[in-house]
């Protein structure tokens, strides 16, 4: 069945580091894929999507390029910052429109 | 921007009671909505979907009779545990689609502990 596969946490970053936060999936078909980010005491808010191979999904200077040949979806900033710790969820969505969720990354940023 | 709110954050009851969690969605109306559970450092994992007016669509390996939802307005679906054990400890998040919508919005998810 399809799954999602998640770079184990938790991650710790000084401020203006490079993230990267690996992704990968197994699905039949050609899904959507979706970073998801939960901040302390908030629900999930989607971050960014690619809903076809080779679309770059980018918001607040994350990105995630769709690779189809490796499968994956990693999450990437340049710099974060201390405002950025939270948790990450790598997802994808069927075509018959179910979630599939990632384990979550827990990030935090330090100054 | 669409907000889910879901009450309680957090509960500790003792075993064998019931407990009920609230989703609701304050700006839209959600013809579906999402029942998820998530395990420490394990997936989001889909429970049920709820449609409106309808009898929720469970996945397979979660009893029914356990975990009764009810969808019955298009802006609140329910959640309840029932006869709560401690093994029913766990995090519990919804999530809710509107009419064409195709964005999924989430609540804040709420901590279960039954002692």
């Known amino acids: 069945g399809d799954s999602v596969t998640q770079m184990e946490g938790p991650v710790t970053l000084s401020e203006e580091a490079f993230l990267t936060i690996n992704c990968t999936y197994t699905?039949?078909?050609?899904?959507?894929l979706f970073w998801y980010v939960q901040y302390p005491g908030e629900g999930l808010q989607l971050l960014l999507k690619a809903t076809k191979a080779d679309d770059k999904g980018s918001n607040k200077g994350f990105e995630a390029t769709y690779r189809k040949e490796t499968t994956s979806f990693h999450l990437e900033k340049g710099s974060v910052q201390v405002s950025d710790s939270a948790v990450y969820f790598c997802?994808?969505?069927?075509?018959?429109?179910?979630?599939?969720f990632g384990t979550g990354t827990s990030l935090t940023v330090i100054p | 921007g669409a907000v889910v709110s879901q009450h309680p954050s957090r509960v500790i009851c003792k075993s064998g009671t019931s407990v009920k969690i609230e989703c609701r969605s304050l700006?839209?109306?959600?013809?579906?909505m999402f029942w998820y559970r998530q395990f420490p450092k394990q997936s989001l994992m889909l429970m049920a979907t709820s449609n409106e007016g309808s009898k929720a669509t469970y996945e397979q390996g979660v009893e029914k009779d356990k975990f009764l939802i009810n969808h019955a307005s298009l802006t609140l679906s329910t959640l309840t545990v029932t006869s709560a054990h401690p093994e029913d400890s766990s995090f519990y998040i919804c999530s809710a689609r509107g009419t064409g919508n195709e964005k999924l919005f989430f609540g804040s998810g709420t901590q279960l502990s039954v002692l």
């Open positions: 997802a994808l969505e069927d075509s018959g429109n179910q979630f599939y």
């Open positions: 699905a039949t078909g050609y899904p959507s």
């Open positions: 700006d839209f109306q959600a013809t579906t």
